[in-house]
């Protein structure tokens, strides 16, 4: 897992919105939707809650 995916997957968990998680790092919307879809297909997670809940559990944040 790269930093990026970790920084979108944190600021997801303290209940930011896709567009301000977009706004500070310095993406458009889009790349934080497709950095989601991406890290989801590849671990096969249903959902951002899933993928939230599979980096607190693995320590990632």
Same mark, same amino acid.
């Given at each position: 897992?790269?930093?990026?995916?970790?920084? @979108? *997957?944190?600021? !997801?968990?303290?209940?930011?919105? #896709?567009?301000?998680? %977009?706004?500070?790092?310095?993406?458009?919307? $889009?790349?934080?939707?497709? @950095? *989601?879809?991406? !890290?989801?297909?590849?671990?096969? #997670?249903?959902?951002? %809650?899933?993928?939230?809940?599979?980096?607190? $559990?693995?320590?990632?944040?």
């Amino acid at each position: 897992m790269n930093a990026r995916e970790v920084d @979108v *997957l944190r600021l !997801l968990a303290e209940g930011w919105e #896709l567009a301000d998680i %977009a706004d500070k790092l310095g993406f458009s919307e $889009r790349t934080i939707k497709y @950095v *989601l879809y991406g !890290l989801m297909k590849r671990l096969d #997670l249903r959902n951002r %809650a899933h993928a939230v809940s599979y980096a607190i $559990r693995a320590g990632l944040i």
